[in-house]
């Protein structure tokens, strides 16, 4: 399974965008990114997955360069309720899931 | 709402209990999870359930013991725990289809108190 490494924590101002990048060297060919979000003492709530370039849902955009070793989570123009704790995953898309949450990017959005 | 609905929320038992706890899921998804995560750990892959088998036992002690008699409940029965195993479970749900995007949807968990 690839590991991924994101920041363990980020500050942003609301109503700013906020971009946390996550690594991803051993990706495998076959190998999606996911990203979801948890609030605390909830579970997990997935947001985007990608495989390559840009992919953007009503809620983020996700930005993967060609070599796919690394990847973008963008949160346009947070508020006080983005503030959550990020993961990133990969893993293959379909079947059932072992994919690994590492620690998260905890993100607190400061008025 | 995310279609899958954990009970009880709240559990606090001594370590000379036997409890279980239960989650279903309304989504007609046959894969079936269960996460632990303690304080400021990452979230560890406990068990899986694809359409009714266990195919993940991730090294978990066998004071855990889950059980799905179908493919919407899965159970996991707590028995002589220690007070480490304090935690919030989590149960989550995907469709195993070779085309979707594998989304785990998960339940709210069971936070878990071990005296």
């Known amino acids: 399974l690839a590991k991924t490494t994101q920041p363990i924590s980020m500050d942003s101002y609301e109503g700013q965008e906020v971009n946390i990048t996550c690594s991803h060297n051993n990706i495998a060919t076959n190998d999606y990114i996911t990203w979801y979000q948890q609030f605390p003492s909830q579970g997990p709530r997935f947001i985007i997955q990608?495989?390559?370039t840009k992919v953007t849902n009503e809620v983020a955009s996700l930005f993967i360069p060609a070599d796919r070793k690394s990847s973008t989570l963008s949160l346009p123009r947070v508020s006080l309720s983005d503030t959550a704790v990020y993961y990133c995953?990969?893993?293959?898309?379909?079947?059932?899931?072992?994919?690994?949450f590492g620690i998260g990017t905890k993100l607190q959005v400061i008025p | 709402e995310t279609g899958v609905t954990q009970t009880p929320r709240h559990l606090v038992m001594g370590m000379t209990n036997k409890k279980s706890l239960k989650c279903e899921q309304h989504l007609g998804h046959n894969a079936m999870y269960w996460y632990k995560q303690s304080a400021k750990k990452p979230l560890e892959l406990m068990f899986v359930y694809n359409f009714k088998e266990q195919t993940e036992n991730n090294s978990v002690p066998s004071r855990f013991s889950p059980e799905c008699p179908n493919s919407s409940h899965l159970f996991l029965h707590l028995h002589t725990l220690q007070p480490e195993d304090s935690a919030l479970y989590l149960c989550?749900?995907?469709?195993?289809?070779?085309?979707?995007?594998?989304?785990?949807?998960f339940g709210e968990g069971s936070r878990l108190t071990v005296l």
């Open positions: 990608g495989y390559k």
């Open positions: 989550a749900s995907s469709h195993v289809l070779a085309e979707n995007t594998g989304e785990l949807f």
């Open positions: 995953l990969v893993g293959n898309s379909g079947g059932y899931q072992k994919v690994t």
